[in-house]
């Protein structure tokens, strides 16, 4: 049993283009989210979704997007990259929207 | 609006010195609050969860304490593995969203 995985594990991005983060879990849990975290402001949530089918913005939702087709996977989406966006994201899952949420492995991403 | 603060911001421990964390909250009702540690290059790892005033959890060398306003992570006897980041976040009551709001950390160091 993986739990969680992210793909890919880095990447360097020009600004403006597209760029998809992956994230899949294994632990058949109702509840994702994306998360980024950056040097002295903590981990800060995008977007979340509580049940496949659903998705809600976070607090820091501007120049994301989510979708949750099934209850495996959260992709993420960039549509067009900015410097500012450089940040290491973080998925992380849960049974349902109140419990523990548990975290994959994180995707270092910089935007140039 | 939810606020966490951890206090100190690193901490350097020689092994067996025996020491404690602190995470301040202020939250307008609280659900819950967590305790993760976060390794370097790696996402945050569970700890504990505690969810009223006087609740005390313990695994290994840690134990988290709360009050309604902090939470302590005590380290008894740390040795060099228990160097990470302790991350500390609260979930709150009321609000729209699956909001936690983390702490920015203490990055923990244990010496030989």
């Known amino acids: 049993i993986a739990g969680i995985t992210q793909a890919p594990t880095s990447q360097i991005l020009a600004a403006g283009r597209r760029m998809t983060l992956r994230c899949t879990q294994d632990?058949?849990?109702?509840?994702m989210y994306w998360y980024r975290q950056d040097l002295g402001l903590g981990l800060r949530l995008i977007h979340y979704?509580?049940?496949?089918?659903?998705?809600g913005k976070g607090e820091v939702p501007d120049g994301y997007s989510v979708s949750r087709a099934n209850t495996d996977d959260f992709p993420l989406t960039l549509a067009s990259a900015v410097p500012s966006q450089t940040s290491v994201y973080f998925c992380?899952?849960?049974?349902?929207?109140?419990?523990?949420?548990?975290f994959g492995p994180g995707t270092r991403l910089t935007v140039l | 609006e939810d606020q966490v603060t951890q206090s100190p911001e690193a901490l350097r421990l020689q092994e067996g010195e025996s020491s404690s964390l602190n995470c301040s909250y202020t939250?307008?009702?609280?659900?819950?609050l967590f305790w993760y540690r976060q390794d370097p290059g790696k996402g945050p790892e569970f700890l504990f969860t505690?969810?009223?005033a006087g609740e005390e959890k313990e695994k290994e060398r840690l134990k988290a304490t709360l009050t309604k306003k902090e939470s302590f992570l005590h380290i008894t006897a740390p040795k060099p593995e228990d160097s990470a980041t302790y991350l500390c976040?609260?979930?709150?009551?009321?609000?729209?969203?699956?909001?936690?709001?983390f702490g920015t950390g203490t990055q923990l160091k244990v010496e030989l």
């Open positions: 992380a899952s849960s049974p349902s929207r109140t419990d523990t949420q548990y």
């Open positions: 632990m058949r849990h109702n509840a």
């Open positions: 979704s509580n049940t496949a089918g659903t998705t």
């Open positions: 939250v307008s009702g609280l659900r819950g």
């Open positions: 505690l969810y009223s």
């Open positions: 976040a609260v979930f709150p009551l009321t609000g729209g969203g699956n909001k936690l709001t």
